[in-house]
C-alpha cells in the first residue's frame, strides 16, 4: 500500500493522557486499591434513575432542542441564580452539552484564533491544555505555588501574559489539588482580565463538593460575568459519569458561538440523561448532601493519614481529591506509583500528569470507602518505610 497522507499535526503532537496509563496497569491486577480514578462511588440517586427509566418507557428516544431541555436550562439558571446569586438567561445564555468536557471543547473552538494563548495554571485537569492545543490555540503553563495551597495568584499568571493571551483556564475546587479558589483571589483574577481584556474560563464541576463553605464561582467577582464562562455538570455532583450531561453558561454573543458549534457536531446531549439531570436537580438534593458528608468523613481521615507519614498536602477545600508531596520519599512521581502499585497494589496517579510542577507529587482521589483508605494506608506507610 503507498504510504498514507499524514495525521493531523496538532492531534500528534498531544500525548496520550497519563491517567489512562495507570488505569490500565492497574485493571490487570488482582486486588488492587484504586484511588486512581477520578470518579463518585456513589451509584446514581435512584429518582434520577427512575426518572431515566420513566423517560424511555415514554419515548425520551428522540433529539431535543440543541440547546437542551429548556426545563433543565431553567432548573440550572434558577440554581446558579439561588446559590450564587449569578444570573444567566435560560433562553440564550445557557447551553446543555454532553458532559463539561464538551463544554470545555466548545468554548475554546468559539473563543481561540490560531495561535492565541491560553493561560493553564497548573497542577490542572489533564484536558485543559490538550483542548487548548486541539482549539489550535497554545497552552502556557504557569506552575502554582503549594505552599500557597494552590491559589490562583494574579502576580504569577499576570506575569505570564502576553499580546496573544486570550484567556485563564482553571478549575476551582480543582482537579488534581483539591484547591478552591477564594472570592478575593477571583476577585484579583477578575480585575486582571479586565485590565489585560482576557476571559476566564471557569470549570466549576465540582461546585457542590466543597467542605468550607459555600462554593464562590468567578463569574460572581465584580466586572466578571462579562467576560466568564461557566462549566458545569452533573457527573460528579450527581455521581452521573456515564450519563454525559453538563452545561455551559456565557454571555449570549460567546454562548451562540458555542451552539452553533454544537447544533453541528453534538446536535444535543443525550435525551434521557437530560431527564435524569432534572429529576436529580428537582429531587436529588439529600442524597447530594449525603454524599459530600461521606467524601468529606474519607477527606479528613487520608489528609490525617497521609500527613501523618510525612506526605503533606495543603488541605483540600473541595472535589475529592489530595495532592499530597512525596518529596520525603527521594522519588519522583512516576517512581512513586509505579513502585506503590507493584509492591503493594495501591494505584495512585503520578502528579506530572497534570502539569511538569507537579512532580514530587501524586494524586489520590477518596471517592473510595472508608476502609479501603483505611487499608490503602496502611500499605503507602509499608511501602515508604
Ligand atoms: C475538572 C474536571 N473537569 C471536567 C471533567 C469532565 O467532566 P464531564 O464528565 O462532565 O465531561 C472532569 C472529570 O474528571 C474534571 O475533573
Known sequence: MPPLKPFSEIVRAVPPSGIRKFFDLAQGMQGVISLGVGEPDFPTPWSAREAAIHALEHGATTYTSNSGLLALREAVCTDLADRYGVRYRAEDECLITSGVSEGLDLTLRALLNPGDEVIVPEPCYVAYAPCVAFAGGTPVPVALDPAEAYRLDPVRIGAAVTERTK?????????????????????AMAALAVSHDLWLLSDEIYDRLTYHGTHTPASAAPGAWERTVLLGGFSKSYAMTGWRVGYVCAPEPLAQLMHRIHQYTMLCAPHMSQVAALEAMRTAQDDVEEMVADYDRRRRLFAKGLDELGLTCPEPGGAFYVFPSIRSTGMTSQEFAEGLLEQEKVAVVPGDVFGPSGDGHVRCSYATALPQLEQALERIARFIA
Request: aromatic share 4%; hydrophobic share 40%; proline share 10%.
Open 167 to 187: 484567556a485563564v483556564l482553571f478549575g476551582s475546587p480543582s482537579n488534581p489539588t483539591g484547591s478552591a479558589q477564594s472570592a478575593s483571589d477571583l476577585a
